[in-house]
């Protein structure tokens, strides 16, 4: 398996940082919307395919943009980029918040997009089971929404965090609450989700605090030929907890 290697970009004046390994097919990671669960979970994808993984503007090593100030806009930034990279067509994954980024993406720009795969993505709105405020979440209880078993999540954090890695995880948050604060949910983004035409598998984590996995049955309402994965046993961060989960994903990706 290929190590990551780092790559600095500007995109419109953004510092956008991407990290890269492997050899062949592209495949873009899209992360959620926090970065302490790293990108070396995706490694076993490498040894068949060329990992593609930005940190969005706002988060992990990239810059600042405060005029990004909804998912649109990042499809666009992402546009951009893969402009710049001649990136024509490739695989898609995305994660969460980052899953959210990768069917609107899908459904605008569907001739670029070869797979898509989406990890407990975030877009759907469900009257009957919300997804969990995390803005109203205290922020000493956050992590206990995010996994099943809490060791997997804690083995990747400082044992001692320093205000630096204090200030990125409330400059992540600031980041996300910009995004969320001015569009909670948008029914729009579900009305376009027919346009999805590529094969696509949905992935989640049975035990998902933050986005209840009841939404599954409303993705497939919206994607009726998307192939649905639940794994016993795991939470919001499924590709952490159950390297099974990974696995299916570089199979169906091939």
Known sequence: MAKFERETYNINGVKTVVYSAGHGEPVVFFHGGGTVDGFDFAEPWTSKYRVIAPYHPGFGESGDDPT????????????????????????????????????????????????LVLIGPSGIIDPQHPMVDLMAVPGDQVLGFLVSNMDVLLKRLPENPGLDFMGDRYREATTFARIYWEHPGDPKFMRFLHRIKVPTMIVWGEEDKLIPVEHTEMWKKFIPAAEIKI????????????????????NFLG
């Open 68 to 115: 990004l100030s909804s998912l649109h806009d990042y499809v666009m930034h992402y546009l951009e980029l893969f402009d710049i990279l001649k990136l024509d067509r490739f695989n898609l994954v995305g994660l969460s918040m980052g899953g959210e980024i990768a069917a609107r993406f899908a459904s605008e720009h569907g001739h670029r997009i070869k797979k």
């Open 231 to 250: 794994y016993k046993g795991a939470g919001h961060l499924v590709h952490l907890e159950k390297p099974e989960a990974v696995e299916a994903v570089g």
